[in-house]
């Protein structure tokens, strides 16, 4: 009986050698790489682009960043077709401030899918894979809107890839790799927040 329990043993521990190969890409649904965001749409913020993404099931999505001033932000959005960013100045009480990252670079991609989960999806805009390989959260790394997807896939302009924004992130053209990085969100109560890592 010892000596079928150390076979069995031995049998499961080659399995899991087997199974994964050198190739294999495991990555878990959410980065560990650090965002912050909140906007409280309760209070008068009237980013019409970054709401019409935050609509259920709407397979809307939009890219965010910030730049910062010395009473608030402004926040550029852009949805797939618009010819440029919007901006919408965001004044701060400073006792009200919330600490920002929008991400490796300051770009985000946000917008809710009708497939899979029909969840939220917050990704960052830095292509996972041209980061990993050279180390650097760079604007030639940062993913748009494919022209011909209307809105629901981005391409990286240096590999190449395209992610699937309707499917989690996925590469859904181009060199096999990691799908586009995804951070913890949520959209209650009129109030939309990152948080990531938990």
Do not use: W
Not at 100 to 105: A, E, F, I, V, Y
Not at 139 to 167: H, I, W
Not at 168 to 188: D, H, I, M, P, W
């Amino acid at each position: 009986m010892k000596t079928r329990t150390t076979i069995l043993t031995i049998l499961a521990a080659a399995m899991l050698f087997i199974g994964c190969s050198k190739d294999a890409i495991v990555q878990s649904e959410y980065s560990n790489n650090e965002a912050r965001y909140v906007m409280d749409f309760n209070y008068g913020h009237t980013s019409s682009r970054l709401f019409a993404a935050l609509s259920p099931n709407s397979n809307t999505f939009c890219i965010i960043s910030q730049s910062s001033s010395n009473i608030g932000y402004t926040l550029n959005s852009r949805l797939y077709g618009d010819e440029e960013e919007h901006h919408e100045h965001i004044i701060e009480e400073i006792l009200t401030r919330q600490s920002r990252l929008m991400g490796l670079n300051n770009g985000l991609i946000v917008g809710y899918s009708s497939l899979q989960d029909g969840g939220l999806y917050v990704f960052d805009q830095i292509c996972p894979n041209c980061y990993q390989q050279n180390g650097l959260a760079s604007m030639k790394y940062m993913v748009d809107f494919d022209s011909e997807s209307a809105g629901t896939q981005v391409v990286c302009p240096t590999c190449k890839r395209y992610y699937g924004l309707l499917n989690g992130g996925v590469v859904v053209k181009g060199e096999s790799g990691q799908k586009l990085y995804r951070y913890r969100a949520n959209f209650t109560s009129n109030v939309f927040r990152i948080s990531n890592p938990y």
